[in-house]
């Protein structure tokens, strides 16, 4: 028997989608997961107790005018409230103390809030070292200290002109 162009090239479709569709099944979708998109650095935590994590998200140091100021986010998807700690370490010197309601996201720096004021030495390009806390759980975290050169990390103000 023999095919015809067009029947040989349906097939030949068929057998290609067929092939490509195991791309998504045996490939879990990325954004199931915690990752670090850009220059902000993550953290997870879940602490005994908690079904959903508590987590640091896109932390930044940036370097500019007004010292070395760090901003970011602290999520709480779980369902009580907990106190999330960060204390700069090893060359640098800067702590707070963040409370953060159950399923909120509370903000560092930006939007309002203040950020956190960290004296260091280290210049653009070096990492700072952060422990982060919850509960009785401490975990290190490296971030990049970055400069106001790149223009979304500029000042609004800056920004403008």
């Known amino acids: 028997m023999k095919l015809r162009p067009l ?3 349906a097939a030949l479709m068929g ?11 045996f490939n879990p979708m990325q954004t199931h997961h915690f990752y670090q998109p850009a220059e902000g650095a993550l953290v997870n935590f879940t602490p005994e107790g908690a079904a959903q994590p508590i987590g ?4 930044l140091a940036v370097e ?7 901003t970011g986010a602290v999520v709480n998807q ?3 409230d907990y106190t999330v700690r960060l204390n700069f370490v090893e060359g640098a010197s800067g702590s707070a103390s963040i409370n ?8 560092i720096g930006g939007e309002g809030a203040e950020p956190i004021e960290v004296t260091t030495s280290k ?9 982060v806390t919850v509960g009785e759980e401490t975990q290190r975290l490296t971030v990049q200290l970055l400069d106001e050169s790149l223009e979304y990390l500029a000042p609004e ?4 002109q």
């Open 157 to 160: 103000e800056q920004q403008a």
């Open 78 to 80: 779980s369902s009580q």
């Open 64 to 70: 500019g005018a007004n010292g070395v100021q760090v």
């Open 7 to 9: 029947s040989r090239a």
């Open 56 to 59: 640091v998200r896109n932390l």
């Open 15 to 25: 057998i290609a989608a067929f092939s490509l569709s195991g791309c998504a099944y």
């Open 123 to 131: 210049k653009p390009g070096d990492n700072v070292l952060v422990d």
């Open 100 to 107: 953060v309601p159950a399923g909120e996201t509370v903000m």
